[in-house]
């Protein structure tokens, strides 16, 4: 299939997701010889001084962005996605016969929680299930965890569209938050976190990778049984190279850290995905019943907005249209069938308006 080149295309994909148009093309322009070495980044070593250089670049304006200190704070590069961390996080930070707390609001942390069973007992304090995934366990209604190793939540559910507003505070206890689909999209106490990880498909950059951030202390918390390639203190120690890295998604990774700095930092990231997610709420609110979201208002995601069609019929026509608009990957996830517009750090405003504009016209005409 031709691509229309006069129609320009706004990526609305879960994730993989859209990556910056700039950094594409940076990627573009130094993918067969970066900055005058004469070699691609794809062909280099990892232990050259070009690519400890992207590395360090990377984890630096990661540092920045977060306003964390080397003293408080680790930050691990790791392989594979975020299901990996399911396993690590209860692998470090646990030992084998403790029982771990997790959250339940909805797809993600039932996987976290799946994957944390093989390994240990889990205690699930809170679940979205008795509102049918429609709103986020209230803090203050969580069961108590305070023996507990850490307690993990989801702070953004992909797939329900949901997201919390609030950090939880968990006094003693290591917060551990799986960030795959909001991390750099505000700023954050920091402070309160044990521990954040995220795949970095989202708002990071291409698949395969995860970064981790990990208090300090937290990093010589382990059972000794624990592989040394799944140990936090020895991917640290190594400065996440115990082995080959996945060197071309880091050197991408490090292009968008540095684009989100350029644009502002995460408080305009903040700004943008509060306007991006209000184009389209008022869109589904504004249109009588046309469209529909469930979720309960104040936990409505600013990152992945799933919605339906009264008529469900129509959908079919909707994605058709929308597509040869340029409006791509508006499909629900299986789980949940309908429609989702993910609106990550990438997608422009101008997107979003389209998007909107797209909606209101059709439900004019079909409405
Ligand atoms: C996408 C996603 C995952 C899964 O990431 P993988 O890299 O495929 O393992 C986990 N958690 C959340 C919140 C996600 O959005």
């Known amino acids: 299939m031709g691509r229309v080149e006069s ?21 573009q322009r130094e993918l067969l010889d970066y900055r005058g070495t004469g070699i691609s980044v794809l062909e280099m070593s990892h232990r050259s001084d070009t690519f400890r250089e992207i590395a360090h670049q990377a984890m630096a304006d990661l540092r920045q962005l977060y306003a964390v200190s080397e003293a408080d704070y680790a930050i691990v590069f790791a392989q594979g996605g975020a299901t990996q961390q399911f396993v690590q996080v209860p692998m470090n930070l646990s030992r084998r016969n403790d029982v771990v707390a997790y959250v339940d609001s909805g797809h993600w942390s ?50 329900q569209g949901l997201e919390f ?22 700023p954050l106490p920091l402070s309160r976190f044990g521990l954040i990880y995220a795949g970095a498909q989202k708002n990071l ?31 640290f120690v190594a400065d996440s190279m115990l082995n080959t890295p996945p060197t071309f998604a880091w050197y991408l990774v490090a292009l968008t850290l540095s684009w989100v700095r350029r644009q502002g930092g995460l408080k305009e990231m903040d700004r943008r995905a509060k306007e991006r997610s209000a184009l389209i709420y008022s869109a589904i609110d504004g249109s009588g019943g046309f469209y529909g979201n469930r979720v309960s208002k104040r936990a409505r995601s600013r990152m992945n907005i799933p919605f339906h069609l009264a008529d469900s019929g129509l959908e079919k026509t909707f994605l058709q249209m929308a597509t040869e608009r340029g409006l791509k ?9 309908g429609l989702r517009a993910s609106l990550y750090n990438a997608m422009e405003v101008e997107g979003a308006k389209e998007l909107a504009n797209f909606m209101t016209e059709f439900a004019q005409r079909y409405g």
């Open 7 to 27: 129609v320009k295309t706004y990526n609305f994909g879960a994730g993989p997701a859209m990556l910056p148009r700039e950094v594409m093309r940076q990627a």
């Open 110 to 159: 039932q996987r976290a929680i799946s994957l944390a069973r093989e390994l240990r007992s889990v205690t699930v304090v809170a679940s979205a299930s008795s509102c049918e995934y429609h709103d986020v366990p209230a803090i203050e209604d969580w069961r108590d965890y305070s023996s507990a190793p850490y307690i993990h939540y989801t702070p953004n559910e992909t797939i």
């Open 165 to 186: 507003q609030q950090v939880p505070d968990a006094g003693a206890v290591p917060v551990v938050a799986d960030m795959s689909s909001c991390i750099l999209s505000q």
């Open 205 to 235: 950059g291409p698949s395969g990778m995860a970064v981790i951030i990990i208090r300090r202390d937290l990093v010589d918390r382990l059972d000794p049984s624990v592989p040394s390639i799944f140990r936090y203190k020895d991917q």
């Open 329 to 337: 990957q508006l499909e629900g996830h299986r789980a949940v069938g």
